[in-house]
């Protein structure tokens, strides 16, 4: 079946620090790729996303590109402030048999100090 | 446009209960999907509706549950609750205008936090 395997965290970095948090995906075909955000307190929120190989996504100074040949859609960052504290979620949607299940990672848990 | 609602935020509950969690959807958004988030398994799927139907199922036991009515809200059923089942529920809605959940971005609420005791 479909999986997302997301680094553990937490990650933890100083402020305007660089960010990468890797995701690496397993499915056939060619999913369409999420970042979502959770910020304490709430429910996740759409980051990001690319719905074909070599597609860029970016939004608020985040970014990812979807590399089919190596099953991965890593989030970066070049200069996190103390707000993007928050739980990162990857995660992958793909037609299996009739049916859109989405896939989830565990999540990243980043904590920025100013 | 009101976000995703979610009632109630907070539930505590006996082992052998049951209970009921309810979802108002984004205005528009005809698809409303439900998720369990727990430190141990992360964000897993338990279900869609979309039209008042199911369209998509997870990996639940029969003693979850959920329909939606033709306002698009949606309910969602826990019976027999076990220790287990305390989590965070979280509901999502979208479009839903093609393919099945997470097909769009999804919209999520605030979610539920259910402990069993």
Redesign the interface.
Same mark, same amino acid.
């Given at each position: 079946g479909n999986s997302v395997t997301q680094m553990e965290g937490p990650v933890t970095l100083s402020e305007e620090a660089f960010l990468t948090i890797n995701c690496t995906y397993t499915a056939t075909g060619y999913p369409?790729l #999420?970042w979502?955000v959770q910020y304490p307190?709430?429910?996740?929120?759409?980051l990001l996303?690319a719905t074909k190989a070599d597609d860029k996504g970016s939004n608020k100074g985040f970014e990812a590109t979807y590399r089919k040949e190596t099953t991965s859609f890593h989030l970066e960052k070049g200069s996190v402030q103390v707000s993007d504290s928050a739980v990162y #979620?990857c995660?992958l949607?793909h037609?299996s048999g009739g049916?859109?299940?989405?896939? #989830?990672?565990?999540?990243t848990s980043l904590i920025v100090h100013p | 446009k009101a976000g995703?609602t979610q009632t109630p935020r907070y539930l505590i509950k006996t082992r052998g209960q049951q209970v009921t969690l309810s979802c108002s959807p984004i205005s528009g958004h005809r698809s409303v999907?439900w +998720?369990q988030q727990t430190p141990g398994q !992360?964000? &897993?799927?338990l279900f869609e509706y979309f039209s008042e139907t199911q369209?998509?199922?997870?990996n639940f036991p029969g003693r979850f549950s959920g329909r939606q009515f033709s306002n698009s809200r949606s309910e969602m059923n826990v019976s027999t609750l076990e220790l287990g089942d305390s989590a965070l529920y979280?509901c /999502?809605s979208s479009p839903g205008t093609s !393919? !099945? /959940? !997470? +097909?769009n971005? &999804?919209?999520? =609420?605030? =979610?539920t936090r259910l402990t069993v005791l």
């Open positions: 369409s #999420f979502y307190g709430e429910g996740l929120q759409l996303k #979620f995660a949607t037609a049916s859109y299940i989405p896939t #989830f990672g565990r999540g | 995703v999907s +998720y !992360g964000l &897993q799927f369209r998509n199922k997870g979280l /999502a !393919g !099945g /959940a !997470g +097909y971005e &999804q919209f999520f =609420g605030p =979610g």
